[in-house]
């Protein structure tokens, strides 16, 4: 079978043949091609980030994927009940509903606009 193959740029025409069940690994070498160099790595800056909302101690509400807050659907110390809906989070152009996981008071760290992170903290329920 003939494959072509790209490598920085470059097309190379490869012949693969089946042969037997002995299998030999191939170097750049076998190709007399010298073997590439090793890459340095490259320093970044590092990335700050918004500190996460302090917890009060109530259950917590995390958000299970990145995203955009788009709606709210609860104020600041309403009583919800377990699976009622607390807020819409827009994750690759999808809706989720982030619901309650039990009854109690809300108190949400998190207002429509916000852009969160996996396993931040949007909610606690007391």
Do not use: R
């Amino acid at each position: 079978m003939k494959y072509q193959v790209t490598v920085d740029g470059k097309v190379y025409e490869v012949e693969v043949e089946k042969v037997g069940a002995a299998h030999k690994s191939l170097s750049m070498s076998d190709f007399g091609m010298a073997p590439a160099q090793p890459v340095q790595p490259v320093q970044q800056a590092p990335v700050q980030q918004a500190a996460p909302a302090a917890s009060t101690g109530g259950e917590q509400v995390m958000s299970p994927m990145p995203g955009n807050i788009l709606k709210v659907n609860v104020s600041e110390g309403q009583q919800v009940n377990a699976g009622d809906v607390i807020l819409i989070l827009e994750a690759m152009k999808m809706e989720n509903e982030i619901v309650a996981s039990c009854a109690g008071t809300v108190s949400v760290k998190v207002k429509a606009g916000d852009t969160v992170d996996t396993d931040q903290l949007l909610a606690e329920i007391k």
